[in-house]
C-alpha cells in the first residue's frame, strides 16, 4: 500500500486488518501548527483504518493545519486560541462517537500502520494499549534518559513494569479514558496522568513496541521550560498515585540525618541542638503531608474504586 508515509508495510496485520472493525474507533490526532505533516499523516490513517472516525483537533494553530486536515478527509474541531495538547486531548476524547479511541501525534512521529497491532492488543482484554517508543526512537539522548528515569520512577510506585510513560500513541477503552478527563492537564503531561490513572482505578494497561520516527517541522518542546515541566512530572507521578512512597522515603531520610546528627552533636559535646529539632520536625511534618495526600487521592479515585 502506497500512502503519505511511503510504501505501507502492514504484511504482518493483514490477518489482523480482516478481523479489525474500524466502524467503533475514532482516531484523535492533537495538532498545533502541523501544516507540513498533517495531510500525510491523515491520509496514511483513512489507508489503514477504513471506517474509523478520523478526528483532527486543532489548537489554536496559525498555519494551513486546519485547510491540510480537511482535505484529506478528517473531522476538524477548533480551538480558538491554544489550550495545549491535554486540551486538545480532552476535546477529542468528548466529541469521538467509537467506542475505542486511538491517540496518536500530528507530526509524523507514529506510525499509523502501527494502529493495527494496538487495537489488537486491546482485543485481548485490556483497557488501554500503549506504543512503546524504543531506545532509538527518541528524539534526543536527553529526552531518552528523561523518559526513562519517568519509566523507573513509575515502575516503582505502582508496581508494575511500564515500558513508556510519556509516549503520546495509545488506543484506549472511551469510557474508561472519559472517567479521568477531570484529572488530565491541559499541558503536555496528559499520557502520564492517564497512564497512572489507569493503574490506579485498577485498568489493564498494556505496552506494544512501536518505531518513532522524526517528526516533520519544528518541535513545540522548549529546552528550560519543559525541562522544569517534566522534572515536575516525576512529583506528580508520586501524588497521583501514592504519595506515601514518594514522601515516605524523604521523611526518613530527614527522620535518620536528625538521629545521625543528634549522636554526634551528644558524643560531642553532650547536648541535643536545634539542628537535630528542625530535622525531626521537618521528618514528621512531610511525613504528614503524605498521609493526607494518601487520603485526597483516594477520594480522587473514589468513583473508579468503588
Same mark, same amino acid.
Given at each position: 500500500?502506497?500512502?503519505?508515509?511511503?510504501?505501507?508495510?502492514?504484511?504482518?496485520?493483514?490477518?489482523?486488518?480482516?478481523?479489525?472493525?474500524?466502524?467503533?474507533?475514532?482516531?484523535?490526532?492533537?495538532?498545533?501548527?502541523?501544516?507540513?505533516?498533517?495531510?500525510?499523516?491523515?491520509?496514511?490513517?483513512?489507508?489503514?483504518?477504513?471506517?474509523?472516525?478520523?478526528?483532527?483537533?486543532?489548537?489554536?494553530?496559525?498555519?494551513?493545519?486546519?485547510?491540510?486536515?480537511?482535505?484529506?478527509? /478528517?473531522?476538524?474541531?477548533?480551538?480558538?486560541? =491554544?489550550? $495545549?495538547? !491535554?486540551? #486538545?486531548?480532552?476535546?477529542?476524547? %468528548?466529541? +469521538? @462517537?467509537?467506542?475505542?479511541?486511538?491517540?496518536?501525534?500530528?507530526?509524523?512521529?507514529?506510525?499509523?500502520?502501527?494502529?493495527?497491532?494496538?487495537?489488537?492488543?486491546?482485543?485481548?482484554?485490556?483497557?488501554?494499549?500503549?506504543? /512503546?517508543?524504543?531506545?532509538?526512537?527518541?528524539? =534526543?539522548? $536527553?529526552? !531518552?534518559? #528523561?523518559?526513562?528515569?519517568?519509566? %523507573?520512577? +513509575? @515502575?516503582?510506585?505502582?508496581?508494575?513494569?511500564?515500558?513508556?510513560?510519556?509516549?503520546?500513541?495509545?488506543?484506549?477503552?472511551?469510557?474508561?479514558?472519559?472517567?479521568?478527563?477531570?484529572?488530565?492537564?491541559?499541558?503536555?503531561?496528559?499520557?502520564?496522568?492517564?497512564?497512572?490513572?489507569?493503574?490506579?482505578? !485498577?485498568?489493564?494497561?498494556?505496552?506494544?513496541?512501536?518505531? +518513532?520516527?522524526?517528526?516533520?517541522?519544528?518541535?513545540?518542546?522548549?529546552?528550560?521550560?519543559?525541562?522544569?515541566?517534566?522534572?515536575?512530572?516525576?512529583?506528580?507521578?508520586?501524588?497521583?498515585?501514592?504519595?506515601?512512597?514518594?514522601?515516605?522515603?524523604?521523611?526518613?531520610?530527614?527522620?535518620?540525618?536528625?538521629? !545521625?546528627?543528634?549522636?554526634?552533636?551528644?558524643?560531642?559535646?553532650?547536648?541535643?541542638?536545634?539542628?537535630?529539632?528542625?530535622?525531626?520536625?521537618?521528618?514528621?511534618?512531610?511525613?504528614?503531608?503524605?498521609?493526607?495526600?494518601?487520603?485526597?487521592?483516594?477520594?480522587?479515585?473514589?468513583?473508579?474504586?468503588?
Amino acid at each position: 500500500m502506497t500512502g503519505a508515509f511511503g510504501t505501507v508495510q502492514i504484511s504482518e496485520s493483514e490477518a489482523m486488518l480482516e478481523k479489525l472493525n474500524f466502524s467503533h474507533v475514532s482516531i484523535v490526532l492533537p495538532a498545533k501548527n502541523e501544516g507540513l505533516a498533517i495531510g500525510a499523516t491523515v491520509r496514511c490513517v483513512v489507508e489503514t483504518c477504513p471506517g474509523a472516525e478520523i478526528i483532527v483537533v486543532d489548537d489554536g494553530s496559525t498555519d494551513a493545519t486546519v485547510r491540510e486536515a480537511g482535505r484529506a478527509s /478528517a473531522k476538524v474541531i477548533f480551538h480558538p486560541y =491554544s489550550k $495545549g495538547n !491535554g486540551a #486538545a486531548i480532552k476535546s477529542g476524547a %468528548r466529541a +469521538a @462517537s467509537g467506542e475505542i479511541i486511538v491517540f496518536l501525534d500530528a507530526d509524523g512521529q507514529h506510525n499509523p500502520a502501527d494502529i493495527p497491532r494496538l487495537l489488537a492488543r486491546l482485543d485481548s482484554g485490556y483497557d488501554m494499549v500503549v506504543g /512503546a517508543r524504543g531506545k532509538g526512537s527518541q528524539a =534526543s539522548v $536527553g529526552r !531518552g534518559l #528523561a523518559n526513562a528515569l519517568y519509566n %523507573r520512577m +513509575a @515502575s516503582y510506585m505502582t508496581g508494575h513494569r511500564i515500558d513508556d510513560l510519556t509516549s503520546g500513541f495509545r488506543a484506549v477503552r472511551a469510557a474508561r479514558f472519559r472517567e479521568f478527563l477531570y484529572l488530565l492537564p491541559n499541558g503536555f503531561s496528559y499520557p502520564t496522568t492517564s497512564t497512572m490513572a489507569f493503574f490506579r482505578a !485498577g485498568y489493564s494497561v498494556a505496552y506494544e513496541p512501536i518505531d +518513532a520516527a522524526q517528526r516533520v517541522g519544528k518541535s513545540h518542546i522548549r529546552l528550560l521550560r519543559d525541562g522544569v515541566r517534566f522534572f515536575l512530572i516525576i512529583f506528580k507521578i508520586g501524588t497521583l498515585y501514592s504519595p506515601l512512597k514518594l514522601f515516605g522515603p524523604v521523611a526518613l531520610f530527614l527522620f535518620l540525618l536528625a538521629t !545521625g546528627w543528634y549522636v554526634h552533636t551528644f558524643v560531642e559535646f553532650g547536648r541535643f541542638t536545634n539542628m537535630s529539632a528542625l530535622f525531626y520536625s521537618a521528618s514528621v511534618v512531610v511525613f504528614l503531608i503524605g498521609l493526607v495526600s494518601e487520603q485526597i487521592t483516594a477520594l480522587m479515585y473514589r468513583d473508579s474504586d468503588g
